[in-house]
């Protein structure tokens, strides 16, 4: 039908006008706007000194460093905290997800109550909990808790053994009358980062689990255990690798919220990615520019991710097609 | 012989089935004998239930203290509000509350639920600004607590559903045009987190608009979150879409209807009947993700505690406290959606 056709070009380029018309007019009053306010625009203040220091940071950086490395030591502290509550989340929403499918009635409900009590109440309050807890009602670092053999954990944070130190292959940490030295120190942010985005995670990703689990028909489990399988190996064979395919991909989902929710940190202090560009706006005023250097790094990183998922599936897919 | 033991049966299935479920309940048992004592210590028995910071403090940890909400629960719950007039925030909450749990339960039919909606949204915004029938003026800048909490939420979910709605069909139109602009629109809201479009709504959008005219930062938030929440109400209801069997669209083209028709009279009631608990999921989402807008200096639940307590030497080391407090708010909260979405599904089964 040429006609429809026509039709349907027409309401397009109407469509497209229409955008570019507004697009027009918001960048103009923009313009408008930062002429009378006198705000100046541009990436150029990205090679200019930072002029704020970082609290800590994976890269070296200083406050004469570029605001571009500011904001890369802030991406490599958001992947600092990312990757290892990545890793615990998964592993403890795993045992919690398979908790909620045991046949003891009082682990069940413990990690049933697990999962309704972090899931419902907002991550934000959860962290600034965390940290109030490290920070307010433990011990000062001269009286330090000792969890276990030379790992401390106090008001500054949390003191583990780790590679390296002067002339020895482990550096302990040791308490000191005053504070704890040697050893990798987490400070209090990075720590109620860390167990906030875990806990909170560990509960979504026992519910993808346990969904994921639970899709997988009853009748699949009678067979193998009639074959004689025990339990351990119908849970191997049979019902995980067909259960991996139902809780990867919101699994991924998981952990792609996990990273952006790593942006919570700004409430309390822990200098990644979004603080750090807070920070730098609050200095430059340039709202704009840094507000689309958060974004476009979150987007490369959710197109990674889905990349990587949608690899992993493949991967999966054919394991389960071979096997 | 066989003798019935319904006792023992049930500890058998539940409790003892194997060595390893025996030896769960065992550690459970022993681990909460250790624990639960001290919590209950805590939270109860050693707790102080009155306003009395000197009793708190007496207290030093070894019971909650529980006065500190006795104490600040007017600010905690309406932020800067003016004291005198709390009970039009409290009135205005409660009449709102009333219109969602109706709405949630089917208690009223449509027409009055919609009607209900209708009066009850401007008289929310009437008795919380004020300025009308000899009402003290109150900016919005002094809104919060749980008011602002609630009404972020619901306003939010209101707006975002018509437009999710509109970007779902829109990524089923034959014109590619709207079809990619609808899809780069959710992708690239869901890629990036809440926070920056809250940024975005409080330091850009001043700057967007023409000089001489601004809106308030209430409205700017709600902007944001309605835009935000949109994108992922749209990838519900667009899988409700596509979960439809093609044999309805057939059914209503041979029945005469058009494309459109179709879908406003068969294909989407279905679809948005399906995902009404993905949709709930959503809800609970925006209502705990409310607590955001304190970043960008909102004083809603969250940021009406900090408003509370962190000023205030005396009450400050029971931080914790409040936090408990007010995350037993949003608990329920979160439990009543989620229990409502729960009970759709059983009946719509």
Redesign the interface.
């Known amino acids: 039908m040429p006609a429809q056709r026509w039709r349907?070009l027409l309401?397009?380029a109407l469509?497209?006008a229409g955008?570019l018309a507004l697009l027009w007019w918001?960048l103009d009053?923009?313009a408008?706007?930062?002429r009378?306010r006198g705000?100046r625009s541009g990436f150029d203040f990205l090679l200019e000194p930072a002029g704020f220091g970082i609290g800590e940071s994976l890269l070296p950086f200083d406050s004469g460093d570029s605001a571009l490395w500011a904001l890369a030591a802030g991406l490599a502290n958001t992947l600092r905290v990312a990757l290892p509550a990545i890793l615990i989340s998964t592993l403890l929403g795993t045992l919690v997800g398979l908790g909620r499918l045991?046949?003891?009635?009082?682990?069940r409900k413990?990690c049933a109550a697990y999962v309704?009590?972090l899931?419902?109440?907002?991550?934000?309050?959860?962290l600034?909990?965390w940290y109030?807890?490290v920070t307010?009602?433990l011990p000062a670092a001269s009286k330090a808790l000792q969890l276990a053999p030379h790992v401390f954990l106090s008001k500054s944070g949390l003191s583990v053994p780790w590679l390296g130190g002067d002339g020895g292959l482990i550096d302990l940490p040791q308490r000191g009358a005053m504070n704890i030295s040697g050893g990798a120190a987490m400070t209090p942010e990075y720590l109620a980062l860390l167990l906030g985005l875990s806990l909170y995670t560990a509960a979504f990703v026992a519910e993808t689990v346990r969904a994921g689990i639970a899709a997988v028909p009853r009748g699949q489990s009678e067979a193998a255990l009639a074959l004689g399988l025990t339990r351990l190996q119908n849970f191997r064979l049979v019902l995980l690798p067909q259960a991996l395919r139902g809780i990867i991909p919101p699994l991924t989902n998981q952990h792609l919220s996990l990273t952006?929710?790593a942006?919570?940190a700004?409430?309390i202090g822990y200098p990644e990615l979004?603080s750090v560009a807070?920070t730098t706006?609050n200095q430059t005023g340039r709202?704009?520019e840094c507000?689309t250097l958060?974004?476009a790094v979150?987007?490369i990183?959710?197109?990674l991710t889905a990349w990587l998922s949608a690899w992993l599936e493949r991967r999966n897919g054919r394991w389960a097609d071979h096997s | 012989m066989t003798q019935h033991r319904p006792l023992r049966d049930w500890l058998r299935r539940n409790l003892f089935s194997d060595a390893f479920s025996a030896a769960t309940t065992v550690a459970l048992v022993v681990a909460a004998l250790c624990w639960l004592p001290d919590l209950i210590d805590w939270l109860l028995l050693q707790a102080v239930f009155r306003a009395d910071a000197v009793a708190c403090q007496a207290a030093n940890h070894a019971g909650a203290c529980w006065g500190v909400v006795a104490e600040k629960y007017r600010i905690i719950l309406f932020g800067r509000y003016p004291h005198q007039e709390q009970w039009r925030p409290l009135l205005a909450t409660v009449l709102l509350l009333v219109v969602i749990v109706a709405s949630g339960r089917g208690l009223l039919p449509l027409r009055a639920m919609l009607l209900a909606w209708a009066v009850t949204l401007p008289v929310f915004f009437i008795l919380m600004g004020g300025d009308r029938f000899g009402l003290q003026p109150v900016g919005s800048d002094q809104w919060g607590g749980f008011p602002l909490t609630l009404l972020l939420a619901t306003l939010g979910m209101l707006l975002a559903f018509p437009l999710a709605i509109l970007v779902a069909l829109g990524r089923f139109s034959s014109l590619p045009l709207l079809r990619g602009l609808c899809r780069s629109y959710v992708e690239l809201v869901r890629g990036v987190p809440l926070i920056s479009v809250l940024f975005l709504a409080s330091f850009l959008f001043p700057l967007l608009l023409p000089p001489g005219i601004s809106i308030d930062v209430l409205l700017r938030v709600l902007f944001g979150i309605v835009l935000f929440a949109a994108a992922y109400l749209s990838e519900t209801i667009r899988g409700g879409l596509l979960a439809i069997p093609a044999g309805q669209h057939d059914a209503a083209a041979a029945l005469g209807l058009g494309r459109w028709q179709a879908m406003r009279w068969i294909i989407l009631p279905q679809a948005l009947r399906a995902v009404v608990p993905s949709m709930m999921n959503s809800a609970v989402s925006i209502f705990k993700d409310t607590s955001l807008v304190t970043i960008v200096s909102l004083y809603e639940l969250t940021g009406s505690l900090s408003l509370a307590l962190a000023g205030d030497p005396e009450w400050r080391s029971f931080h914790l406290e409040g936090y408990l407090f007010i995350a037993l708010i949003y608990w329920i909260g979160c439990h009543a959606m989620s229990r409502f979405s729960r009970g759709f599904e059983h009946a719509a089964h």
């Open positions: 349907n309401v397009q469509i497209a955008l918001l009053a923009t408008a706007n930062m009378e705000i045991s046949p003891n009635l009082l682990l413990l309704e009590a899931r419902n109440v907002p991550l934000l309050l959860q600034l909990a109030f807890i307010d009602l952006k929710n942006s919570l700004v409430a979004v807070n706006l709202a704009a507000i958060i974004m979150y987007l990183l959710s197109l």
